[in-house]
């Protein structure tokens, strides 16, 4: 209950918007974020796409273009990139910071 409380107020002081759905929770009904995810590991990138279908963009922290993936609604793939820092983002929704090692 807390965690999903800390999570909101996160994301609202963030200002994002980003899909929801309705969870009942010991009798009371709660707002839960369904949301696409991006993350960075040993040699890869791994990504799971929410309830719709998404489109992640991995840029160099250069700013330019690397690659694109597109998953349908809650896949998920992994790709293998070499060490480093980069910027995914999804659907113009949202942009995380990844780290590669």
């Known amino acids: 209950m807390k965690r999903l409380t800390y999570i909101l107020l996160i994301i609202i002081a963030l200002?994002?918007?980003?899909?929801?759905?309705?969870?009942?929770?010991?009798?009371?009904?709660q707002r839960a974020e369904l949301v696409a995810t991006a993350t960075g590991g040993t040699g890869r990138i791994a990504f799971v796409a929410g309830p719709t279908d998404a489109v992640?963009?991995?840029?160099?922290?250069?700013?330019q273009l690397l690659?694109?993936?597109?998953?349908?609604?809650?896949?998920?793939?992994?790709?293998?990139?070499?060490?480093?820092?980069?910027?995914?983002?999804?659907?113009?929704q949202w942009s995380r910071k990844v780290i590669v090692k």
């Open 15 to 29: 200002g994002c918007s980003m899909p929801s759905a309705m969870a009942e929770v010991n009798g009371v009904t």
């Open 56 to 63: 992640f963009q991995i840029y160099a922290i250069t700013g």
């Open 67 to 92: 690659k694109t993936v597109r998953l349908s609604a809650n896949g998920q793939a992994s790709i293998d990139m070499p060490k480093g820092f980069y910027v995914v983002k999804c659907n113009g």
